[in-house]
């Protein structure tokens, strides 16, 4: 007599465990705290807080060898700037510029030679003394080109020849900050950071 709860008494035929397909098993929950559900993902990647922070203290320096090279090419490029004012204004057209040492070629020459010099060391002294040397620098070479292309003036001079006078001094005051300022934007080296190639 066969049991009512099983029926007839036949069994039902089993699957073939072959045939089942494996269960899949849960997935890991991400190691990540910031890609779990619920979690509000932040700006800094992983391992942002174990890097340490740079020195904030630190001083400003130059990349001498590189800094005196493009200092030395501005020497003999603002000498040249007072050689070719001298040979335009005073022998070209014969305006009379009154120029240091008494105002030759050779003195005009030496005159943008030594500006530069004396502002390619002010501004690598800046650099160690001041605590934003590019601004000082400007003021500073400003202040100075000022001076001088002012100086022409002074007494009773004839008003050509010192107002020429005055802007070869522009000139030189320009050129000399430029390119030096180029040159310690590429020579200056920050805490932390190589100086720029």
Known sequence: MSDPRHGDGRHEPTADPASVPPSVP??????????????????????????PAPASGGRLSLDLRRYWVGATTTVV???????AA????????????LGPFGGSAAAWTL???????????????LVVVAPRPQMFFGWLVGVVTV??????????????????????WVLLGV?????????????????????TR
């Open 26 to 51: 849960p997935a890991d929950p991400p190691a990540d705290p910031a890609q779990q559900p619920g979690t509000v993902p932040t700006s800094e990647p992983a391992g942002a807080w174990d890097a």
């Open 77 to 83: 490029v603002c000498g040249l700037v007072g050689l």
């Open 86 to 97: 001298s040979v335009i204004f005073d022998q070209a057209f014969d305006l009379g510029l």
């Open 111 to 125: 005159a943008g030679a030594l500006f530069a010099l004396f502002a390619a060391a002010v501004l690598q002294l």
């Open 147 to 168: 001076i001088l292309a002012v100086a022409p003036f002074t007494g009773d001079p004839e008003p050509v020849p010192a107002l020429v006078t005055a802007l070869v």
């Open 175 to 195: 050129a000399a900050s430029s390119m030096l300022s180029a040159v310690l934007g590429r020579t200056l080296v920050r805490p932390g950071r190589p100086a």
